[in-house]
């Protein structure tokens, strides 16, 4: 039976009965793979214990990535092809995971061509006891249409079917019939539902309702780079963690040996977003902070805004390596090997043509370091050669560890312990000196030297600023292992020397960057997106931008926007997806010492609404707060606590609010939260970012004056 079938409508046979059919069917078939997993005999294939415990934890996650969440539904989407359509991707159009499948339909209906394919497009392939399959996983070929085909460009698709849920019931459908030229685009009521779900608990994933242009940056390719602009609420996150889980799918092996990693901007970001891979199935991703890669030290210190500047340079890259060449040194003396009766002496003019033939490459200084007893060595065997001995490589590696060449090489070429040699750039002031000589000004020499220099690095009061330097020397010293893929979210606001650190981390992968450049509220933030990747490594990237906002309502995102002329002007302003009249409330109290009562009103007047709600104010105001919730008997949770149905407010100190949203919010005092800043335009940037974590209402209380820039 095709889809264009006409059929009565029964109270067995309607659409949803059968679509209800379809998934009872293939949770069931689901149930049967996990079980054949689980049966599996260890002992008839593996010879010893270490085999049957790889194999073991092998097969736990194998059952884990088939496990059924009730929550979340099986498939949530339909393709009917037209008949005889091809569909792209011929060779293997369902992709890596259907080795068992036969690329008919998964429908379970068994068209041919001639009545046109249906598949079901769901989380992750499910097939029948003869291979066939029932549900396709979203991110094989054969389902790139379903987030792709429109009217003017079908790709061969005569139907798209959205499913709806309701608590993992399967409710309702939404058909799309993209060949009748009668039809017209419609927003989807099933996004907007989606979208406006009351929020408890972490993040959620996008997989059933991705959007064409979001849809082009997951499935771009592994080779490239991806830099994604976009402003408050357009998807970004979500995009770079479904391009993860595309990436994985689509390179599985290659990945799984490299590895993969996404890196948030703190840990209540990173608690925030770390469902969304392993509710797609993907269960190896790494989640750090730009902090914790660089975590060689304890971070103790902290650097005032002139000196974290200075320090995120990438200038400062150049003063490091030229501060590690600077242990090299030209030899004086000859190197003298004895072996039994004969001494083989090579001038210090020939090593120092071996050390410069070393500083000329493109060496780590710990590889040539490494390299140097080798060439001396072989210029040792070069001589016994010439005097009619045969020496072979055991000889040429007994030269290297002879001791008069060891000596020689930690005389010219010293072991540099990373932190060390940073300490004492930011300890000696000659040092650093000359080292910086032409690269920093005076001023900014100053600016970095400790006012009370360390004795060592265990004791240094290192900051945030000087871990990145450390990690920078270690590199220089030693080359950073590159990961295949790298997701740099909320990248705004990494230093040039932060760059440099994630892009090591990806040297021979790709990346994902994301961010808008109007959230930057660093002193470093970025200026532009090639001058951040060209610091990354990656100048070749393609910039995108998405400007569909998802999260904020029109009314909401239009106030918000009447600051960017101040802050960022020049870039677009998201047009919201979502009309929701009502959705912005400002109240001005009259009476300053009324205010935190009129916020806690405001507040309980959000909890008579479903959902999550975020109380977001600036730093120094969060204990007053806290207090008055408690006086009026809520206990709010800290941003990364994750929102239950009995806690569902959570008191935002705003500078962690950045990439959370809630459905709805109150904001307090939005001139303090300005006020909190160095300079007007971050205080205006960290507004804006405040602006916009509304889903569904934004309540401003203020007792002071708005800033005028709100107009
Ligand atoms: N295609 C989509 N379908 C449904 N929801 C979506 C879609 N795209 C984005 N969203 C939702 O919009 C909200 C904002 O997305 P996300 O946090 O990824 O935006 P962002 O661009 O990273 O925002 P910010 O700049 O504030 O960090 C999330 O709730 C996300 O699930």
């Not at 914790?292 to 000196?307: E, I, K, M, Q």
């Not at 030297?449 to 900051?463: E, G, I, T």
């Not at 507040?603 to 479903?610: A, F, I, N, V």
Request: hydrophobic residues 40%; charged residues 25%; negative net charge.
């Amino acid at each position: 039976m095709s889809a264009l079938d006409p059929t009565p409508l029964t109270s067995t046979n309607d659409p949803l009965s059968r679509e209800r059919g379809h998934l009872a069917a293939s949770r069931s078939a689901l149930r049967t793979m996990r079980e054949q997993v689980a049966a599996l005999n260890l002992a008839d294939v593996t010879a010893n214990w270490v085999n049957a415990a790889v194999l073991e934890s092998q097969i736990e996650n194998r059952i884990k990535e088939l496990a059924d969440l009730t929550h979340t539904p099986l498939f949530f989407g339909r393709l009917d092809y037209l008949p005889g359509a091809r569909r792209d991707g011929d060779q293997d159009p369902l992709g890596p995971d259907a080795d068992t499948a036969t690329a008919t339909d998964a429908g379970g209906d068994g068209d041919g061509d001639d009545e046109g394919h249906r598949f079901y497009i769901g989380r992750r392939h499910v097939h029948d006891a003869d291979g066939d399959p029932m549900v396709i996983d979203w991110r094989a070929p054969v389902s790139q249409p379903f987030y792709r085909a429109s009217r003017k460009d079908p790709q061969g698709v005569d139907l798209r079917r959205r499913f709806g849920y309701t608590g993992g019931e399967l409710t309702a459908y939404e058909d799309e019939n993209l060949t009748d030229p009668m039809e017209h685009d419609r927003t989807s009521r099933l996004l907007q539902a989606e979208i406006e779900r009351p929020r408890v608990g972490p993040m959620r994933d996008i997989v059933a309702t991705i959007q064409p242009e979001q849809d082009e940056i997951v499935r771009s390719g592994l080779a490239g780079t991806v830099c994604v602009q976009g402003g408050p609420g357009t998807g970004k996150t979500a995009v770079g963690l479904h391009r993860v889980a595309y990436l994985l799918y689509a390179h599985r092996e290659r990945l799984a040996r490299t590895g993969t990693l996404v890196i948030g901007p703190n840990r209540s970001f990173l608690h925030y977003i770390e469902q969304v891979l392993p509710a797609l199935g993907e269960l190896a991703v790494q989640q750090a902070t730009v902090d914790d890669l660089v975590a060689h030290v304890d971070v103790r210190g902290t650097d005032d805004a002139t000196a974290a500047v200075v320090k995120g340079d990438a200038r400062m890259a150049t003063v490091l390596r030229r501060a590690l060449r600077s242990h090299v040194t030209a030899p004086t003396e000859p190197v003298v090997v004895v072996r039994g009766s004969r001494r083989w002496r090579i001038p210090a003019y020939e090593l120092a043509e071996i050390v410069e033939e070393l500083q000329g490459r493109d060496m780590r200084y710990g590889a040539a370091r490494e390299a140097l007893p080798q060439r001396i060595a072989h210029a040792v065997l070069v001589r016994m050669e010439e005097s009619g001995e045969a020496p072979d490589d055991r000889v040429q590696d007994a030269v290297a560890r002879n001791p008069a060449v060891k000596a020689a090489v930690k005389t010219i070429w010293p072991p540099v312990d990373p932190a060390k040699l940073v300490l004492r750039l930011l300890s000696d002031a000659d040092f650093l000196a000359e080292h910086a000589d032409g690269v920093l000004t005076a001023d900014e020499q100053r600016s970095v030297l400790w006012a009370k220099p360390a004795r060592s690095p265990r004791s240094a009061k290192w900051s945030r600023a000087d871990a990145v330097l450390i990690d920078e020397a270690r590199d220089l010293v030693e080359r950073t292992h590159s990961l295949g893929h790298v997701v740099l979210d909320e990248a705004q606001d990494l230093s040039p020397m932060q760059y440099r650190a994630v892009g090591r981390r990806c040297s021979t992968g790709s990346a994902t960057v994301l961010g808008d450049l109007a959230q930057g509220t660093t002193p470093w933030a970025t200026g532009s997106w090639a001058e951040a990747l060209s610091h990354l490594g990656k100048p070749e990237a393609l910039v995108e931008e998405l400007t569909a906002g998802f999260r904020v309502p029109r009314e909401v995102i239009a106030y918000a926007s009447r600051l960017l002329p101040h802050m960022s002007p020049g870039l677009t302003e998201v047009s919201s997806v979502r009309e929701s009249p009502g959705s912005l409330e400002i109240q001005h109290i009259a009476d300053a010492d009324a205010q935190v009562t009129a916020v806690v009103a405001a507040c309980e007047e959000s909890l008579r609404h479903e959902g999550s709600i975020g109380l977001i104010a600036a730093d120094d105001r969060i204990p007053e707060l806290a207090k008055a919730l408690a006086a009026a008997g809520h206990s709010p949770i800290a941003p990364g606590e994750e929102t239950t149905a009995d806690s569902r407010l959570t008191l935002v100190p705003v500078s962690l609010a950045k990439g959370l949203e809630y459905d709805y919010v109150v904001l307090a005092e939005p001139a303090a939260v300005v006020a909190g800043e160095p300079d007007e335009r971050t205080g205006l940037r960290r507004l804006y970012v405040a602006l916009t974590r509304a889903v569904s209402g934004l309540t401003v209380v203020h007792a002071e004056p708005l800033p005028e820039q709100l107009g």
